[in-house]
């Protein structure tokens, strides 16, 4: 499954007015540890598909976006539910910790 790349332009469209709960990787290409986490992002995505929805946000192609919800360091993965920030992960978080956050969501 292909994530959704949001973006400034999409992003309140996609992400706050979503119905359901969205994970959002905020990452750049030249990042390491951004390169650990993709892997354990697309794994969820595919095993909550149609319960939530996941995707990612460049921060060096998306400033706006990243500046608006304070993404200082990368990776930074947050998850949204109604429009509102429900949690953040900053820096590498192993699957437990993902998947932890995505159950706050799915109830």
Request: with cysteine.
């Amino acid at each position: 499954m292909e994530l959704i790349h949001f973006t400034d332009a999409n992003f309140e469209e996609m992400v706050l007015k979503a119905e359901k709960p969205v994970l959002v990787d905020f990452f750049a290409d030249w990042c390491g540890p951004c390169r650990m986490v993709a892997p354990i992002i697309e794994e969820l995505a595919k095993t909550y598909e149609g319960k939530m929805v996941v995707g990612k946000v460049d921060v060096d192609a998306n400033s706006i976006v990243a500046g608006k919800y304070g993404v200082m360091s990368i990776p930074t993965v947050v998850l949204f539910e109604g429009g509102k920030e429900i949690a953040r992960q900053v820096g590498f978080g192993g699957k437990e910790v993902y998947e932890t956050m995505v159950k706050q969501a799915i109830k």
